[in-house]
């Protein structure tokens, strides 16, 4: 079955930098578009980023661009998201996406706090 497994979220003051990692497998990942959303408490999930199955199409909400960078590695079944310059407003969950076989799947999350 597919497995969409994140890590890497933590706390960190604001200024810093963090790298989430996503480990997928249960689908055919290098031909799949693979998607970072998050979540902050109180508010509806946003799509943060997005990389097209060859890694070289990516797409940034306007938030977080010049600062957060997605990248994967098909070898591998890993979606990253780099995260430079966090900021406080950055503090969520974080979730990889994955879109296969017309359905939507989701990791369990990773929460990111940035303090000030």
């Known amino acids: 079955q597919v497995q969409l497994v994140e890590s890497g979220g933590g706390l960190v003051q604001a200024g810093g930098s963090l790298r989430l990692s996503c480990a997928a497998s249960?689908?055919?990942?290098?031909?799949?578009?693979m998607r970072w959303y998050r979540q902050a408490p109180g508010k509806e999930r946003e799509l943060v980023a997005v990389?097209?199955?060859?890694?070289?199409?990516?797409n940034y909400a306007d938030s977080v661009k010049g600062r957060f960078t997605i990248s994967r590695d098909n070898a591998k079944n890993t979606v990253y998201l780099q995260m430079n310059s966090l900021k406080p407003e950055d503090t969520a969950v974080y979730y990889c996406?994955?879109?296969?076989?017309?359905?939507?799947?989701w990791g369990q999350g990773t929460q990111v706090t940035v303090s000030s």
């Open positions: 996406n994955a879109f296969s076989l017309a359905r939507h799947y």
């Open positions: 249960g689908f055919t990942f290098s031909s799949t578009v």
């Open positions: 990389i097209f199955s060859t890694g070289g199409i990516t």
